[in-house]
Nanobody, 118 residues
Framework: QVQLVESGGGLVQPGGSLRLSCAAS????????MGWYRQPPGKQRELVAA???????NYTDSVEGRFTISRDNAKNTVYLQMNSLKPEDTAVYYC????????????WGQGTQVTVSS
């Protein structure tokens, strides 16, 4: 059974940094492209960063140059290093495959809350 457990969120001031982690189980992790998604209050969930099984990465324009996605296939874990955080980065952050329905249709973990505020 698929399980994705996100952690590392919190309250941070503008300009600060956070590192999110997502531990996956129940899947052959290293064959999947993985991504970090976020859902700001009152808005739809969006993909912000993706990493293919071979390590190629892609970012949405709003986080390019500030966020870095990485993965450790030996630990079945994907990370998101977030620097120079802005108030508009405030959201619940989730990890999932890219596209998200591949692992288990409709499945999302509990997410981790990131709040950027002074």
């Amino acid at each position: 059974q698929v399980q994705l457990v996100e952690s590392g969120g919190g309250l941070v001031q503008p300009g600060g940094s956070l590192r999110l982690s997502c531990a996956a189980s129940g899947i052959i992790f290293n064959i999947y492209a993985m991504g970090w998604y976020r859902q700001p209050p009152g808005k739809q969930r969006e993909l912000v960063a993706a990493i293919r099984s071979g390590g190629i990465t892609n970012y949405t324009d709003s986080v390019e140059g500030r966020f870095t996605i990485s993965r450790d296939n030996a630990k079945n874990t994907v990370y998101l290093q977030m620097n120079s955080l802005k108030p508009e980065d405030t959201a619940v952050y989730y990890c999932n495959s890219v596209p998200p329905h591949i692992l288990q249709p409709g499945y999302w973990g509990q997410g981790t809350q990131v709040t950027v505020s002074s």
